[in-house]
């Protein structure tokens, strides 16, 4: 209705709106594409500002469509590219390359080479770990990105690393495999000797991120982060599992580290084995479901402003924020998981949380510097529909209006994504309503 209505005032009898005006429209307008495509034929005057939203994120993929089909919008945005009039590579700042044929990405990517604002790319890898294709040329075509996302459908092959690794500029890297992708081992021995000298934000979610971690250690000397993700693929109920080369890079990162985030992915496990996942209490502390020394270790992290702990296991909360030391923490945020082992229906454990929250309540108001950060926490409908048993053991927090409950949001995608933007790319391509 926007775009309709500043069409009628460009176009009555010579009547126009100041510049300010327009630009102010068409910012309003930013997130819907097809009001922005509209407007951007309302006047030549409109040009430079609908195209700067509709380009500064470009969409390039391909998606198999009913029929056998595949809708993509590859060909028409080479095309664009190749004409002689084209205009819009300046614009192009970021973008997301959701591409399944090889020979494509090469030329696509040989086109984004000419974009010289381009400095952020997701890039979602379709190539096959068990056949290898080369993709760290990448790197080579586009040397001043800043920002990388790698999603991957399978397993990341080899050469994805030396992908990540080959950016020299790079200051934000996401590397994300699906839950269900195989273990694979990442060729540490191989890649570069000193990568990532102006990295400051890591986020992962990969299976085997332990010797990433212990790679980055070991390889990465002058690393300094100021944000950390990670999310753990763990199949075990209770915990955080393997987590000693975690509380080294943790260490490592002390000086530099201000926002942290670690959360637990459950792994599909077979039924029979997760009804011994947690049988009782007495089974709860066993080495299978709550290994002692587990803990992530917070207590070296003296700058730390920001805190994310999701898990299905309150108690392993705790045993985390008893580590703190620090008085710098500004937010924390707790998101009780329901324990799901990646099955259609939650599995249902007979864990104490109701219990668990009431200590996770006294223990943020003994800690004498956790009363002073701002608190979230996210919880199932089942513990927020019980909120009143519970709540109260937030008290001195509630009375200073410090504490903020809500129903978790289970899927929590991470920041650039794939599931993250997947909601955009399926409508911008057009298979949304599909």
Not at 291 to 312: C, D, E, Q
Request: proline share 4%.
């Amino acid at each position: 209705m926007s775009s309709e209505l500043c069409i009628s005032q460009v176009s009555e009898s010579g009547v126009h709106t100041p510049v300010e005006i327009d630009e102010r429209i068409i910012d309003f307008l930013h997130d819907d594409f097809l009001a922005l495509c509209a407007s951007s034929l309302v006047h030549r005057s409109w040009i430079s500002a609908t195209r700067y939203h509709i380009f500064s994120r470009a969409i390039i993929s391909q998606f198999w469509a009913r029929g056998g089909k595949i809708k993509e919008n590859v060909s028409t945005f080479l095309a664009l590219l190749h004409s002689p009039h084209c205009t819009i590579l300046s614009a192009i700042k970021s973008v997301i390359l959701h591409i399944m044929l090889p020979n494509l990405i090469q030329d696509v990517v040989g086109a984004l080479a000419e974009a010289p604002a381009l400095t952020a790319v997701l890039f979602v890898d379709y190539t096959s770990s068990t056949e290898f294709q080369s993709i760290s040329w990448i790197a080579q075509k586009l040397p001043n990105i800043q920002r990388f996302s790698y999603d991957t459908c399978t397993a990341p092959s080899e050469d994805a690393i030396y992908l990540v690794s080959a950016f020299t500029h790079l200051q934000c890297l996401s590397i994300y495999t699906p839950r269900h992708s195989p273990t694979f081992t990442l060729p540490t021995d191989r890649l570069a000797t000193a990568p990532f000298l102006h990295l400051s934000t890591l986020r992962l979610s990969l299976h085997n991120s332990e010797q990433l971690l212990q790679w980055l250690l070991h390889s990465c000397q002058n690393l300094a982060l100021e944000t950390f993700e990670l999310r753990i693929y763990s199949p075990s109920h209770r915990g955080w599992g393997p987590v000693s080369v975690l509380n080294s890079f943790l260490v490592a990162q002390a000086n530099t580290l201000s926002h942290l985030s670690i959360g637990i992915e459950y792994l599909p496990k077979d039924r029979t084995q997760s009804k011994g996942a947690c049988l009782s209490p007495r089974c709860r502390k066993t080495k299978l479901n709550h290994t002692k020394g587990s803990t992530v270790n917070l207590s070296a992290l003296s700058n730390i402003r920001s805190l994310t702990l999701r898990t299905h296991d309150i108690e392993a909360i705790c045993d985390s924020l008893a580590t703190l030391t620090t008085s710098s923490l500004e937010v924390i945020t707790v998101d009780v998981l329901r324990w799901t082992l990646g099955l259609v229906q939650p599995f249902q454990c007979d864990c104490l949380q109701l219990l668990e929250l009431r200590i996770l309540g006294r223990l943020m108001e003994e800690k004498a510097f956790l009363p002073m950060a701002y608190f979230k926490i996210g919880v199932p409908n089942s513990l927020l529909s019980q909120e009143g048993d519970w709540i109260d053991s937030f008290h001195d927090r509630r009375e200073r209006k410090a504490l903020e409950t809500s129903l978790v949001d289970e899927d929590g995608h991470q920041v650039d994504s794939l599931d993250s933007v997947m909601r955009v790319v399926l409508k911008r391509t057009g298979l949304d309503g599909l």
